[in-house]
Nanobody
C-alpha cells in the first residue's frame, strides 16, 4: 500500500498560485508513478496531471497545460502540483493517486481506474 496525504489547498483569487504536496509513505515510492485528479461538486473525477517514477515523463490535461506543473522529489517521498494562473473553474477537491507499480502507461495514465491508492483530498477554491 502507498498511504498518501495531500496538503497545500486553500482559497485564492483568480490569477493566483498554490502548490499542492502529496506525501507518500512506503519504501517503494521511488518506483511509483503518480497522478493528480480533481473533482468539483456534481462532476466526475477528472485527470489533472501525472508523472512517471523517475520524473522524466509528465502528462497534463489540456485544461491545465501551461499553467500547472507536476514534479516529484523521491528523496522526500513527495509529489507536487504547482498551480499558476488559477481560474474559478479550477475549484475542486484535488487528489493524488498512485497506480500499482508497473501498470501505468501512455494509454491509461488519465483514467481514474488505473489508480489503486488515493489520498483524502485537499480543497482548492478560486474566487473570481
Amino acid at each position: 500500500q502507498v498511504p498518501l496525504v495531500e496538503s497545500g489547498g486553500g482559497l485564492v483569487q483568480a490569477g493566483g498560485s498554490l502548490r499542492l504536496s502529496c506525501a507518500a509513505s512506503g519504501r517503494a515510492f521511488h518506483r511509483n508513478d503518480m497522478g493528480w485528479f480533481r473533482q468539483a461538486p456534481g462532476k466526475e473525477r477528472e485527470f489533472v496531471a501525472a508523472i512517471n517514477w523517475s520524473g522524466g515523463i509528465t502528462y497534463y490535461a489540456d485544461s491545465v497545460k501551461g499553467r500547472f506543473t507536476i514534479s516529484r522529489d523521491n528523496a522526500k517521498n513527495t509529489v507536487y502540483l504547482q498551480m499558476n494562473g488559477l481560474k474559478p473553474e479550477d475549484t475542486a477537491v484535488y487528489y493524488c493517486a498512485a497506480p500499482p507499480i508497473g501498470t501505468f502507461n501512455s494509454r491509461n495514465y488519465y483514467l481514474p481506474r488505473t489508480y489503486d491508492y488515493w489520498g483524502q483530498g485537499t480543497q482548492v477554491t478560486v474566487s473570481s
